[in-house]
């Protein structure tokens, strides 16, 4: 069946620095990609999205290119800011609107 | 702003009682609702799938007759932990597909804590 598999965490990093948390996804046909992220104590909130190969999602400076040949989703920011630690949680849908299967999820911790 | 909300976002039973969580769109009609369990630092678990009118479709291993789901209206869907133990106690997630742009939301969550 489909899966997702995330980079164990957790991440730790100073503010400003790069962020990759890389993200690998087993499906059949060509699904959409997603990166949600957790705040402490609450829901999940879209951060981008991918439809199709080679598109790239954005969002906040958060960036996730969509690699079919590699069946990646890495997400990358350039600068970290504090206020960007919380759990990030990669996922794919068959298609945008049917159900997700998410990977584990990665905390990110931002020190000043 | 929030565009699906449930509530209680906390709550707190005691064992053998049954609660209930509500899941709401508020800026559409939802066809399609999603239920998800998660435990302290891992992912979602899907519990199930609500759609409006008929009966929830129900992940494996998740006993239907105790986690029961209704999706009476296009708005809201209702997830009642029936005879509640306090390894019912979790975080428990809903999502709504919002058929026009076929995107789903996620709901800010309910604690529920069984003691």
């Known amino acids: 069946g489909d899966s997702v598999t995330q980079m164990e965490g957790p991440v730790t990093l100073s503010e400003e620095a790069f962020l990759t948390i890389n993200c690998t996804y087993t499906a059949t046909g060509y699904p959409s990609l997603f990166w949600y992220v957790q705040y402490p104590g609450e829901g999940l909130q879209l951060l981008l999205k991918?439809?199709?190969?080679?598109d790239k999602g954005s969002n906040k400076g958060f960036e996730a290119t969509y690699r079919k040949e590699t069946t990646s989703f890495h997400l990358e920011k350039g600068s970290v800011q504090v206020s960007d630690s919380a759990v990030y949680f990669c996922a794919l849908a068959k298609t945008s609107g049917s159900r997700l299967t998410f990977g584990e999820g990665t905390q990110l911790t931002v020190n000043p | 702003g929030a565009v699906v909300s449930q509530h209680p976002s906390r709550v707190i039973c005691k064992s053998g009682t049954s609660v209930k969580i509500e899941c709401r769109s508020l800026?559409?009609?939802?066809?399609?609702m999603f239920w998800y369990r998660q435990f302290p630092k891992q992912s979602l678990m899907l519990m199930a799938t609500s759609n409006e009118g008929s009966k929830a479709t129900y992940e494996q291993g998740v006993e239907k007759d105790k986690f029961l789901i209704n999706h009476a209206s296009l708005t809201l869907s209702t997830l009642t932990v029936t005879s509640a133990h306090p390894e019912d106690s979790s975080f428990y997630i809903c999502?709504?597909?919002?058929?026009?742009?076929?995107?789903?939301?996620f709901g800010e969550g309910s604690w529920l804590t069984v003691v």
């Open positions: 800026d559409f009609q939802a066809t399609t």
């Open positions: 991918a439809t199709k190969a080679d």
């Open positions: 999502s709504a597909r919002d058929p026009r742009g076929d995107t789903i939301y």
